[in-house]
């Protein structure tokens, strides 16, 4: 289905992980930088009713919660207030047809949406985590892998994540080239935007020993992060990609830090969305990230041609 307005769809070969949200919110500020209505499309993974459609964020205001959007579209909502409105919807046909109405949306970006075959897009991204490209080269349930590698052939444009923490990418850009010909490879990595306590307030850099813990899809790039940053690691927990933190959770955290003198839990952004009604009992720091695009022009201008060649 071809939409009345250019798609730009960002996805990956592997279940969750890649670095896709950070990119997903770089294009959505270029783009709307650019002086266009923006929409991001999304499922919503681990919302409370995941065969509705929620708005998650008109462009102007929150209009839900978390647990009716799921974490990353949230996050994305509120990151991108002012700048992109974020609809959730199991039909994303149905939810772009709506925002163009009800929104003038005239740009959509589809999060997660290499495997979504029913939309169109315009431009084609796939997403690929340098220090875990191939998803144990596997496909699920025995792997990571959604679907074998020859499926990069879809893909108009690559961006390879983190490559600060893997000793060389010369093997992942062959393997590009290999299945998706002669696209444009762009590499990127990872830094921290800002540490802000739970209440969104500033924080300052833990000179002591803190305790990490995150729900992501991959959690050893992110402890790998936080020790390139400098943060002293007391312990490193890791829970199942998009976890419901519960009470006992935070209270088991407050005692392995107690046990291990940390004087502090550190976490990220996207789990910091979920715990923002639990007492948690010493302070919890919230490393944001952005990504760091390393040829930015190349990538923008990729975009606008798209968007110029939809007839937008």
Not at 73 to 91: D, I, K, Y
Request: glycine share 8%; aromatic share 6%; charged share 20%.
């Amino acid at each position: 289905m071809k939409l009345p307005a250019p798609v730009i769809s960002v996805g990956n070969l592997t279940t969750g992980g890649t670095g896709k949200t950070p990119l997903v919110e770089w294009i959505c500020r270029k783009v709307a930088g650019d002086g266009f209505k923006v929409c991001v499309l999304t499922r919503g993974y681990g919302r409370v009713d995941p065969g509705t459609q929620v708005v998650v964020s008109n462009g102007a205001e929150i209009l839900t919660n978390e647990r009716a959007a799921g974490d990353e579209p949230f996050q994305l909502a509120e990151n991108l207030l002012g700048l992109a409105a974020v609809v959730c919807s199991p039909n994303r046909v149905a939810a772009a047809r709506w925002a163009i109405e009800n929104l003038g949306t005239q740009v959509f970006v589809l999060d997660d949406g290499f495997q979504h075959l029913k939309l169109h897009r315009d431009l084609n991204i796939v997403v690929i985590d340098a220090t875990e490209p191939w998803g144990g080269g596997r496909l699920l349930p025995w792997g990571r892998l959604r679907e074998p590698k020859g499926s990069l052939s879809r893909a108009d444009c690559a961006v390879i994540t983190r490559t600060d923490q893997a000793e060389t990418v010369s093997e992942v850009r062959d393997a590009i080239h290999k299945f998706a010909g002669n696209i444009p490879i762009i590499n990127s990595r990872m830094v921290t935007s800002r540490l802000l306590m739970l209440n969104g307030q500033p924080a300052e850099f833990p000179r002591e020993a803190t305790g990490v813990f995150c729900g992501i899809g991959n959690a050893d790039a992110f402890f790998e992060h936080l020790r390139r940053t400098g943060f002293n690691l007391a312990f490193a927990q890791a829970f199942s990609d998009h976890y419901q933190y519960k009470q006992s959770d935070i209270d088991s955290l407050a005692q392995k830090a107690a046990s291990n003198s940390a004087t502090s839990l550190t976490t990220t952004a996207k789990d910091a969305v979920k715990l923002r009604s639990l007492e948690i009992p010493l302070p919890c720091l919230v490393n944001e990230i952005r990504i760091v695009i390393e040829d930015e022009e190349a990538l923008v201008q990729l975009i606008r041609d798209a968007i110029s060649k939809s007839g937008a």
